[in-house]
Every structure is written in structure tokens, then in C-alpha cells.
């Protein structure tokens, strides 16, 4: 294998590639910036480029592109709240209160950090543990997936800080939200309100933009020309190393948001969105502050965007052992190598391995390339969003939110319905209820649905067919996790009552 | 910064001007052809686009633009391009038998079967049954006996969706050799493989496509096609086992309904020099697709024979929405 | 709004979204209802345990809460409703008016209308040049280079 890699290093390390790599990377993390421009999108886009290059040309420029749009959602889900790509959603949480309060430049530095780190976290378990790691995603069946589903709810106790009924309540809407259209078992046509463009269902981006976007959209208005709200940016000297040693003295939550994006990755049907929440609330969960998250800290924003671009790694797993894609975009790369004759499985680390080894040490290297251009950008971009008047950033927001959500599908219903839920999202955020939960529910919905009916369609075997739910190990693993999971904020509660006597901390219970 | 403005508008109105004109006059083609996707990258549908591209961009002379508008199991993008106008300058990828099936299973699926002008139909992909490579079932006989022995549905069957090519094929089977499975939809055929691999349905009931592909991890039982692929020559087909199973997806493009013949004719001739293209009838034999040739009468008269068909089968089973 | 009134507002506001769409159910196959009908019967149980909660002294969202949102007067109320509805117009036109005009028109009069000083003809003039910039920046960007389609307008074709 050593070879292999020093042959992969050898083809990559030529000039075309690597300018090849930092192009990708560049035109990646551009199109992951601006909102409603997908990962999926982003690659899709791209491969007719890709068609007068080499086979290796195409692949390593594929392969940087992703990376870098998945670190570039971070940029817009800082600035403007917005995330970028769905993998960024979290980002959010603490990123743009970190903007707000001028600390913009420093969370795009950690976000960096981390990007590169879960990135190269990602490649290395490609390059190193394809095989058994894709033995183990095999495991995973339907029930396994509405296991994971359920596990990814259950987040949902931790994020809405003690509003746990309203938050559930708006999981719920939005998993009903994922209903909408043909129903992925049996096709039946589902609440489309009597409109056939409904059958297509309601986009992700869409009520991401929609609930994410407008609300702060209409907060800036508010503000209006008194910028006292707006605190000064303020450019502190030598921020850059101070985050970059912040961020590297925190080796848990690095390592652990590598691996659950990782992981997330491998899974097939799970999709990569999941990795940078479910990764949020081990961090939170980990944490000795875990009410500090949410107001702006940086462990937040590491956590997130380290498992985002683990993600990457991990998704072409079971792509280059299997040929089944472990995230979206790599079901693009799937028909990249199609085309080239590059046939998924023990070929193409053996007799093709020259192609492989470079394809995957030039994700790799992306990863590292994101950092110079992500912090130097990065810098200009956050200095320019947050000294840029209000009155004309927030007609820029608004036609971005225009673009991306038509974008997408090309669909003006679309946009109709970003506005719509926009507003909706503006209103019900006065009533408790926040979007985190509901696009939590947006995600999960369809996962856990097609896992739920497979699994009942398989169960004829038993005296029941809800019993397939419970056979397999790994659900009941599963199953404690998710009890945990949902458990836990309530632990800590009552550990905190035992701990303080005369009940000074508010609790939860 | 009044200047810069005025600079601004006159610039704006010039390139306005420049992009407005250049669409007019000349003859088709043209301008860029928009060649919509109505289903996930990397599924069939896309992977021939892909490896129709290059010699498509050739032998039409100008840009080909692939975009994708996914969603209803192709129902959107259909019901999309419709709406296009018919300049001949938009076509969508379509699919028997969803094309067929979708308006008559929803009622309202957006769009008409007939609506779609069929341009024409390149390729074929015939069911294949497949189990594991370490499965006990060696041949089409053992998986019926084995299925006749189990309570009926007890035995699982994978497939890509449901309404479509994989889903009749499992019950025709099921009628064919009475007995009952359950067939269960997945997403795409890409979603199906780890499904059987990790063993959690019986048997797949997916694409030649696949057979080809997973050529060591799975064994192909029955293939429900006339006569045997060259590619998978050891496969038999249902029909010499005795079973009266053909069934399987068509892929063609197809344009919308107002769209002038001769334009849909010169689309058609096109597409046949593109099939015909040596480079791409490699790529299509190696990875399992029967190219097919039929031209916009020939994917008419297809489509409506499909159509009586399958209403047959669908009445017979009572799944039509009125 | 005091808490109750928002835990009671938002609850009949989710269980009204629960009958919109429970009066729409008409599942063809069996397999249609298995999912979102269970979920519609959890969420209502949920909402209900919200509502019940309501009157009694427990607080499902704590009075602090509400910092979070900044505190809005009937001014920034008008303001938020006008941009609101220059969106909508925006998006109803784009279909017709394609992208191009309905942008550099969007984004001039969010940014005319939001300066506050509207009566100075040269804020509007900034504002639609600078529309013109950006709009054509992303007609260029995303038309052109990455070839994403964006409306072209029907009236113009």
C-alpha cells in the first residue's frame, strides 16, 4: 500500500494537479458560500469541465471542489446566518452570534482549523480503513436507519435549552414538512394542497434559506441606519494565532467531531447534513459549559465544521469499496468514474490504484489548501459583511435568497416558498419556536420513514411486523443512544440540583 | 458616481441588447440544447447522459446543458419541461414504464403520458433477479421452491421504487410462478445494493445494470429480457425457465407536446448517430444497457402498446386512481 | 406577549397545520399513512401537554427568553411589513419580468427604502446602480460561468 501512496504523491504533486487542486478548492468554497448553492449542486455543475481533462484531472479537480464547498458554507452561516450548504446548519448556532459581537474573523479561523483537521481525518480513513469500515456500513439496515433517525431527534433535547415541548413540536412540523409529495414507499401523492408541483415536495434549502435567512433578514431592517446595534469590527492584532492555538488545545472535540462526521459519512442513506448537528450536541454534551453554547463560543463552531468535512472522507468509502455514494455528491463522482471505466471495488486500489491514490491524497490536500485561502478571505469577506451598511446588506441577502432558492430547482414555487416560510419562521420564532428543530425534522423525516416502512415490510417474518424494528444488535445499540441522548440534559439538571443546595441555578425540570 | 451609474445603465442596455439578439435568426440548432434530468446523479437515467455528452454536443453542433429537476420519481421534471417551450431547444430524459404508470396510479401526476413527444427511446435496461454470491440459491428453481415453502410475503425482495420497472417485474414474477414476496421499494438502485449485501432482503429485483456491475458480489438468478445480454451470457432469461416475465426500463428523451416535427425528427436522427457512436456503444455494452433504436414513431407506438398493458395489469390489481 | 399567551397562540396555530393537513389524507396504498399519521397523533399529544401546561404556574419557555428578540416598535413593524411585501412583488414578477429587471428593481428599492433618507434623489441613484452592479454580477456568475439557468422573463420571449 506504502507504494501506492508515494506513486498517488508522486502523480499529484505535478503542476497541472495541483493548480488543479487549489482551483477546485477556490471555485468550491465560492459556490459553498453562497446560499443555496449545494455541495451536490456545486460538482454537478462542474463535471462537463472536467470532460477534457484526464481522468485524474477530473477526479482530483471533483474531489477539491467538494471539500472546499463544504467548508464555504461556514462563511455565510457566520456572516449572515445562512448557511451556506445544509452541512453548515450548525454552524449557525454559535457562529453568527460570534459575528455579531465582532468576533467574525475569529470564528472563521476556527472554522478553518477545524475544516482542515476533520478533512484530513476524513481522507486518512479513506486511504487507511475503507474495507473493514465498509464491512460495518453494510450492517446498517432499514431499521438501523430509523434508529439513526431517531438518534438524530433526540438531539433536539439538548438544542432548544429547556423548551423541550415546543421543540419536539417543531420537529414534528417539519418532519410532516418532509411528508409533502410522493411518499417514498408506495408513492402515494401527500398533501400537496391540490397542486401537482407539490409532488416534488418541499426543497431543503428552500426552508433552510426561508427560516434561516429572512428572519435576521427583517432583524437588520429593525436596525435600520442606527448602528449602534452593530458592534465594531474590531481588528485585533494577531487573532489568527491565538484561535489557531485555541482551537488545537481542544483535541477532544476535534477528534470526536472527526469521527462522528466520519461515520455519518459511511452510512449510506444517511446523508452527510446530520454529521455537523449530531456532532454539535456531543460537543455540547462533552462540554464544562454547555450553557455557553448557543451565545457565541468557538467550541461550537469547531465541532461542526470539523465533522462537516470528515464527512467528505468518509462518504467516499463505501463509494470506492462498494460503489454506493455515502453522501450525495459522491453519487456525482460515482458516474465520474463510470465514465472513466473506473470500476468501484478491490480494482481500483489495485490495478487502478495509480488513479485512486491520487484522488484521494488530492482531497486530502485540498483540505490543507482551504486553510491560506479560507483565513485570507475569510478576513476580507467578515470585515466586509460587518462594516457594509445595512441598507444595502440587506437587499444583497435578499437577492441571494432570491438566486439560491430558485436555483435549486429552478422551480418558482420554490422561492414562493422560501418567502413564505421565511415569514412563517419570522412569526413562530415569536411563539418559541426556533428552526434548528424543524429542519432537524425537515432532515430526519425522510430517513426515518423509509427505514420505519422497510422495516415494517420486511417484518412478516415475525408475529409482528413491528418487531423488525427491535432484532438486530445494532438497533439496540442504537436504541440506548438515542435513550441516552434524550436523557442526558435531564441528568444534568438533576445532578446540577444536587449538587447546588438552595436551588440558586434554574433547572430545566 | 452619477457617471459610474450612467456607465452602469448604458453597459447593462448594450449586453442586454447582446444577449436578446443572439438567440434569433440562423437555423437550428442554434443555441445550447437544455437536456433535463428527472432523477438523482448517478442513477441510470444519468450516467447514459453522461456518456452521451461528449458525441451529443458533436453531432448536434452546439452546447448540451445538463441540468437535473428531481423530484415525484421524475414527475416534476417531466411536468417542468412541458411547460418549456417547444423550440426544441429543452428535452427531457423519460422512462418507461414510469411515464405510463404515474398519471395512472396518482390521478393527477402533472403531466400527460401522451403529452410527452417521444423523440426517441436508446436503451433498455431488463429486470434481473439477483441474490448474494454466498446465497444458498443457485438457480431460479431453488429461490421459487424456497419461496413456496415461507408464509407468502414472509420472503424479501429489494427494488428500485415503487410503480416502477423493478416493482411490475416482481409481480409479473409473483403471478408467473405463484407465489407471493414482498417487494420493497427503495430509493434509487444504487439504495438497494447495500441492502442485499448486508443481507437484509432476500433478492433484488434491479436493473442488468447491476448484474453487470457487482458482477462478483452478486449472483444473477433470471434475467427478464427475449433473449440473453451478451454481457451476462450466463444468465438465463424467465422465458426459458418457463416464466412469462418481460419486463424492464426504457430510457429515451422526449420533448414537449407543441414541438414541430421536423425539429423532433432531426433530434431523433441526432440521438441514432449517438447511439451509433462506437465509443459509446462500448461504454453502454459494458455496463449492462441494451441499446435500443427506436425513433419517434417506433417510441410512440412503444409507449402506447405499454400503455394497454399496463393499465391491464394495474386494473387487475386495482391500483388506478380515478 | 406574555408566555402563556405565546405557548397558547403557538400551539393553536401548530394544531391548526395538524388539521390542514390531516383533511387532506387520502392514501391510495397502505403503506401512504403509516408514518405521517403517527407522527400528526404525536405532535397533537404534544401540542395538547403544551397547552394543558399553559395553565398551570410551569413554564415551557422561560421569561428570559424573550432577550433573545430584539424588542420591535409599530415603526420597525411598517418597515419589516413594506420589505416583506417588495419581496413578494419580486417574486411574483420574477417569473414574468425574469431575474434581470426584477433584481436591479428588488434591490433598488429595499436599499432606497430602507436609507431612510428616501426624498434624496441621490440615494436613489446609488441604489440602482449599485442594483445594476450586483444584479449583473450575478446574472454573470451564475448564468454564465456556472450555467444555472435563471429566469429569463416570459414577457421577454
Known amino acids: 500500500m506504502f507504494e501506492h501512496i508515494l506513486l498517488g504523491l508522486h502523480n499529484l504533486f505535478t503542476f497541472q494537479n495541483l493548480l488543479l487542486v487549489i482551483a477546485g478548492t477556490v471555485a468550491g468554497m465560492i459556490v459553498g458560500a453562497l446560499p443555496g448553492l449545494t455541495a451536490t449542486m456545486a460538482v454537478a455543475l462542474l463535471v462537463p469541465f472536467t470532460y477534457t481533462m484526464s481522468a485524474i484531472g477530473g477526479l482530483v479537480t471533483l474531489g477539491a471542489i467538494y471539500m472546499g464547498c463544504i467548508y464555504g458554507g461556514a462563511f455565510s452561516a457566520i456572516l449572515i446566518n445562512t448557511p451556506g450548504t445544509p452541512s453548515s446548519i450548525g454552524t449557525t448556532f454559535d457562529g453568527y452570534p460570534m459575528a455579531r459581537q465582532g468576533r467574525g474573523e475569529e470564528a472563521i479561523i476556527a472554522a478553518t482549523v477545524g475544516s482542515c483537521i476533520g478533512g484530513l481525518f476524513g481522507v486518512v480513513c479513506l486511504i487507511f480503513l475503507s474495507p473493514p469500515l465498509a464491512d460495518i456500513a453494510l450492517k446498517f439496515g432499514p431499521a438501523e436507519y430509523f434508529w439513526v433517525g431517531v438518534f438524530g431527534i433526540t438531539i433536539i433535547s439538548s438544542l432548544s435549552a429547556g423548551a423541550f415541548l415546543k421543540g419536539i413540536t417543531g420537529a414534528a412540523f417539519g418532519i410532516l414538512i418532509s411528508t409533502i409529495g410522493i411518499a417514498p414507499i408506495g408513492g402515494d401523492v401527500r398533501f400537496t394542497f391540490g397542486m401537482p408541483a407539490m409532488q416534488g415536495g418541499v426543497e431543503l434549502i428552500v426552508i433552510l434559506i426561508g427560516l434561516f435567512c429572512i428572519p435576521e433578514l427583517l432583524n437588520l431592517v429593525t436596525q435600520g441606519e442606527s448602528q449602534s446595534e452593530r458592534v465594531e469590527y474590531k481588528r485585533a492584532r494577531g487573532v489568527l494565532g491565538k484561535t489557531t492555538r485555541h482551537v488545537l488545545s481542544m483535541p477532544g472535540n476535534l477528534i470526536r467531531s472527526s469521527i462522528i462526521g466520519t461515520v455519518v459519512g459511511i452510512l449510506p442513506g444517511a446523508g452527510g447534513n446530520i454529521a455537523n448537528l449530531v456532532s454539535y450536541n456531543e460537543a455540547k454534551r462533552a462540554s464544562k459549559t454547555p450553557e455557553k453554547f448557543g451565545t457565541g463560543i468557538i467550541d461550537g463552531v469547531v465541532a461542526t465544521e470539523t465533522a462537516n468535512n470528515a464527512v467528505v472522507g468518509g462518504g467516499m468509502i463505501p463509494l470506492v469499496t462498494l460503489g454506493i455514494p455515502g453522501a450525495p455528491p459522491d453519487a456525482i463522482i460515482y458516474g465520474v468514474l463510470m465514465l472513466q471505466g473506473l470500476r468501484p471495488g478491490p480494482e481500483l486500489?489495485?490495478?487502478?490504484?495509480?488513479?485512486?491514490?491520487?484522488?484521494?491524497?488530492?482531497?486530502?490536500?485540498?483540505?490543507?489548501?482551504?486553510?491560506?485561502?479560507?483565513?485570507?478571505?475569510?478576513?476580507?469577506?467578515?470585515?466586509f459583511v460587518a462594516t457594509l451598511s445595512t441598507r444595502y446588506l440587506v437587499p444583497g441577502i435578499a437577492i441571494l435568497t432570491m438566486v439560491g432558492s430558485y436555483a435549486i430547482r429552478n422551480n418558482f414555487l420554490d422561492v414562493i416558498l422560501m418567502l413564505v416560510f421565511g415569514v412563517i419562521g419570522f412569526g413562530i420564532r415569536r411563539l418559541g419556536?426556533?428552526?434548528?428543530?424543524?429542519?432537524?425534522?425537515?432532515?430526519?423525516?425522510?430517513?426515518?420513514?423509509?427505514?420505519l416502512v422497510q422495516a415494517y415490510l420486511s417484518g412478516k417474518a415475525y408475529a409482528s411486523p413491528w418487531f423488525a424494528l427491535f432484532v438486530n444488535p445494532i438497533s439496540w445499540v442504537l436504541i440506548a443512544m438515542s435513550l441516552f441522548s434524550f436523557l442526558w440534559p435531564y441528568f444534568g439538571a438533576f445532578r446540577g440540583r444536587l449538587k447546588v443546595n438552595g436551588g440558586s441555578q434554574t433547572s430545566t425540570q | 458616481m452619477k457617471k459610474t451609474a450612467i456607465g452602469c445603465i448604458v453597459l447593462f442596455a448594450l449586453l442586454a441588447v447582446v444577449w436578446a439578439g443572439g438567440a434569433s435568426a440562423a437555423g437550428y440548432p442554434n443555441k445550447p440544447l437544455n437536456y433535463i434530468i428527472c432523477f438523482n446523479p448517478g442513477g441510470e437515467s444519468d450516467i447514459t447522459a453522461r456518456f452521451q455528452e461528449q458525441p451529443l454536443k458533436k453531432y448536434f453542433g452546439q452546447d448540451v446543458v445538463i441540468s437535473y429537476k428531481i423530484g415525484g420519481g421524475g414527475s416534476v421534471g417531466w411536468a417542468e419541461m412541458l411547460r418549456s417551450k417547444p423550440?426544441?431547444?429543452?428535452?427531457?430524459?423519460?422512462?418507461?414504464?414510469?411515464?405510463?404508470l404515474q398519471p395512472l396510479e396518482r390521478g393527477n401526476a402533472g403531466y400527460n403520458t401522451l403529452d410527452l413527444k417521444n423523440i426517441y427511446i436508446f436503451e433498455s435496461t431488463p429486470d434481473l433477479l439477483v441474490v448474494r454470491q454466498d446465497s444458498p440459491f443457485k438457480t431460479l428453481k431453488d429461490f421459487i421452491d424456497y419461496v413456496k415453502k415461507q408464509p407468502p410475503g414472509v420472503v424479501t425482495v429489494g427494488g428500485s421504487g415503487s410503480s416502477t420497472a423493478n416493482d411490475l417485474g416482481t409481480t409479473m414474477l409473483e403471478k408467473a410462478a405463484?407465489?407471493?414476496?414482498?417487494?420493497?421499494?427503495?430509493?434509487?438502485?444504487?439504495?438497494?445494493?447495500?441492502?442485499?449485501?448486508?443481507?437484509?432482503?432476500?433478492?433484488l429485483m434491479t436493473y442488468s445494470t447491476m448484474g453487470v456491475q457487482y458482477a462478483g458480489k452478486f449472483r444473477p438468478l433470471a434475467i427478464a429480457s427475449e433473449e440473453r445480454m451478451a454481457v451476462l451470457k450466463d444468465v438465463p432469461t424467465f422465458k426459458e425457465l418457463g416464466y412469462d416475465v418481460v419486463e424492464g426500463a426504457y430510457r429515451g428523451v422526449a420533448a414537449p407536446s407543441g414541438t414541430p416535427d421536423e425539429i423532433v425528427k432531426h433530434l431523433a436522427g441526432v440521438f441514432e448517430k449517438v447511439m451509433k457512436d462506437p465509443e459509446v456503444q462500448k461504454k453502454m455494452d459494458q455496463n449492462g444497457f441494451k441499446t435500443e433504436y427506436m425513433g419517434p414513431e417506433a417510441s410512440l407506438a412503444l409507449v402506447k402498446k405499454k400503455m394497454v398493458e399496463y393499465e391491464a395489469i394495474m386494473r387487475a390489481l386495482g391500483r388506478i386512481k380515478k | 406577549m406574555g408566555a402563556t399567551f405565546r405557548d397558547r397562540l403557538g400551539s393553536l396555530i401548530m394544531l391548526a397545520f395538524i388539521v390542514v393537513l390531516w383533511v387532506q389524507r387520502d392514501y391510495t396504498t397502505p403503506f401512504g399513512g403509516i408514518f405521517p399519521d403517527r407522527i400528526m397523533i404525536i405532535m397533537a399529544a404534544f401540542i395538547v401537554m403544551t397547552l394543558i401546561l399553559s395553565f398551570t404556574p410551569y413554564r415551557v419557555m422561560k421569561e428570559g427568553d424573550e432577550k433573545q428578540e430584539p424588542e420591535t416598535e409599530g415603526k420597525r413593524w411598517l418597515e419589516m411589513t413594506v420589505v416583506i411585501a417588495i419581496m413578494l412583488l419580486w417574486v411574483l414578477l420574477l417569473r414574468y419580468a425574469g431575474f434581470a429587471l426584477t433584481g436591479v428593481v428588488g434591490f433598488g428599492s429595499i436599499a432606497w427604502y430602507i436609507s431612510g433618507e428616501r426624498k434624496n434623489w441621490r440615494m436613489i441613484v446609488k441604489a440602482v446602480a449599485l442594483g445594476l452592479v450586483i444584479t449583473y454580477l450575478i446574472v454573470f456568475i451564475f448564468g454564465y460561468l456556472l450555467q444555472v439557468p435563471l429566469p429569463q422573463g416570459e414577457i421577454f420571449d
Open chain 1, 349 to 383: 486500489f489495485s490495478e487502478r490504484a495509480d488513479i485512486t491514490y491520487t484522488f484521494m491524497l488530492a482531497v486530502g490536500l485540498s483540505a490543507i489548501v482551504m486553510v491560506p485561502v479560507g483565513i485570507y478571505g475569510g478576513r476580507l469577506l467578515s470585515r
Open chain 1, 433 to 451: 419556536f426556533t428552526a434548528p428543530p424543524i429542519v432537524l425534522g425537515l432532515i430526519l423525516g425522510p430517513l426515518m420513514e423509509t427505514g
Open chain 2, 87 to 100: 423550440d426544441g431547444y429543452t428535452i427531457s430524459g423519460h422512462n418507461l414504464p414510469h411515464i405510463i
Open chain 2, 178 to 203: 405463484k407465489i407471493k414476496v414482498t417487494y420493497i421499494p427503495f430509493g434509487g438502485s444504487g439504495s438497494a445494493v447495500p441492502a442485499l449485501l448486508g443481507s437484509h432482503v432476500t433478492a
